[in-house]
């Protein structure tokens, strides 16, 4: 398995990081498909295999960690341009997520696709708005998509609703899908104002510098239109979303739902009939109430009732390793 | 796939409706290899397909539910024999659990398996027993031995260990396996004795009559160790665990539980060194501090950290619909 990885920042890095870790396990499972990485690409440089060098894990990360760079700058060069220059059989995307038009992520993902090459993407972008053109072109050209990491990082939602409850009829999934939003409100239940609590996440390092795709809940909005299209077969795009942020969310509206024992929380839901994105009043000794920055979800089921199933959101290895599982999924099939 | 079932009691017949109510979904599935019930047997009858009598989903579950019996009386025949006389390619076990010897259950798996067939089995006694030498018959004759239902009833927690989580490596498992016990904890938390909990959930037909099974911890540990097995591919047997009751939990312990922000909870606990079962003092904020009769799980991972799971424990259409999770598996590879 040659796998090309395009996005070298934390994720692909953490992916990285994960092969080596679970070197010898892929060895041992795989003994006649040694996984190998041929490519990577980040938003200036990139490395491939050929004569004049072989990447090697410990230097690849080595010479990222150190410069920032990898070991040829990519001047005018694409990454599908770069991608033609090497020998793969599966595309990571894991570059930076761009909601209005999807991006080079997006055009890697359809290029890798039209070669006949399986993708894992952890890009939200192409998939929010591309979901159905993608999979469609996954299905014309014998490829798999998979895209684990994409909604709630180490957390198993799409696995767990299309293969661990297949066979159930999913009747619905509520959702904290943005760790930020919900370490945010989670703060202002102790009554700190929503200015403090942003600054609090920045300082974590959980939210960024400019906090707008969290808080205006983009991000989650992303993950409700991934799950809407992937788990509940819809053709739906990230603009289908009835979206309100949790910044309209106000000290003396949590007050008030605490003295009725409730909570606000950011919640996503996903059914045949919605697709939303909103701060909620929630009870508080309901599953969704919970605190801090995990993602969480409760997925209504027609034979087992409510399913819940929470995780890191987001992070290095937690994302690192759902893309090793999805590239497990497809290595258990190219090899059965 | 020719179904034959053993153990035609709620989870028996839950799972005979489940195919009723999945039947398109199934006809669809699987186009070429038709889903098919050909011999059903319970305690003291059982019909098979033959000249006389084929099996129709409604009839035999009429039958059932009108005279409390099937078309034909067993006798002395064992379920081997009335299995003998019918082409299969599948056994459902979900006969009555026994964790003395495993009993008819034990055998009825062993003799499929020799015989080449596929087996789902919900029946905790031959696992918690048997586990290696049934796994290791599976692997034998080239067939495939599942069994989500047998852990945690609608909570899918093994295929998410063993599949959402592939690659993870898992640390610990922590949880709470017995619905019955945790709502009779959650009711002493508001001041109830023991004994008057123990009748009200029997009264809400929770608890059975004799509710040693589950009071003593028997039901959870029969689980912890399934789960060593199948997910820590350790090699134990029920009798490995470490098992205390709830009935050693007082109304004193409680309250001074609670005075120190802690509730008191049956905790199994399954890692490379442990197996275990035993009521706990666990912080109110703990993911595993949760009320009523859902089983909850926390399953600790090297990479992505924690995962929760949590779902009806047991029930009807929850455990049928588990069995139905592992047929879909196994067909899908059997026809893949």
């Not at 990447?55 to 010479?63: A, D, E, L």
């Not at 034979?303 to 959101?313: K, N, Q």
Request: glycine share 10%; aromatic share 6%.
């Amino acid at each position: 398995m040659r796998i090309f990885i395009s996005g070298f920042g934390n994720i692909g890095l953490g992916f990285f990081e994960t092969l080596l870790i679970r070197e010898t396990f892929l060895k041992n499972r795989y003994k006649d498909d040694p996984v190998t990485v041929v490519g990577v690409v980040d938003s200036k440089s990139y490395e491939y295999n050929d004569d004049e060098y072989k990447i090697c894990g410990f230097c690849t990360i080595g010479s990222k960690k150190t410069t920032g760079r990898l070991h040829k700058d990519r001047n005018s060069l694409s990454c599908r341009e770069i991608m033609d220059m090497v020998d793969f059989d599966l595309l990571i995307e894991a570059g930076p997520t761009n909601i209005t038009d999807g991006g080079e992520g997006l055009e890697n993902i359809r290029h890798a696709l039209r070669k006949g090459k399986d993708v894992i993407t952890v890009n939200k972008g192409p998939l929010a708005l591309a979901y159905s053109e993608l999979s469609a072109l996954a299905e014309k050209n014998g490829c798999h998509l998979r895209f684990e990491g994409s909604v709630g990082g180490g957390m198993p939602i799409i696995n767990l609703c299309n293969e661990a409850l297949v066979g159930q009829r999913i009747i619905s999934i509520q959702g904290i899908f943005n760790g930020t939003c919900n370490l945010i409100l989670s703060r202002m239940d102790s009554g700190i104002p929503f200015e403090q609590a942003l600054r609090e996440a920045q300082q974590l390092g959980y939210a960024e510098s400019d906090p707008t795709y969290d808080i205006k809940g983009i991000d989650a909005a992303s993950k409700v239109s991934i799950l809407a299209n992937s788990v509940f077969n819809r053709n739906v795009t990230f603009s289908d979303v009835s979206v309100t942020g949790i910044d309209t969310v106000t000290g003396e509206a949590v007050r008030m739902a605490a003295e009725k024992g409730m909570v606000i929380r950011h919640i996503g839901e996903i059914s045949n009939d919605k697709l939303e994105v909103a701060p909620r009043l929630i009870p508080k000794n309901h599953p969704l109430s919970v605190s801090g920055s995990l993602n969480k979800a409760q997925v209504i089921t027609d034979m087992a009732g409510p399913i819940t199933v929470s995780g890191r959101g987001a992070g290095k290895s937690e994302t690192g390793s759902a893309i090793l599982s999805d590239l497990i999924w497809i290595m258990d099939r190219r090899n059965a």
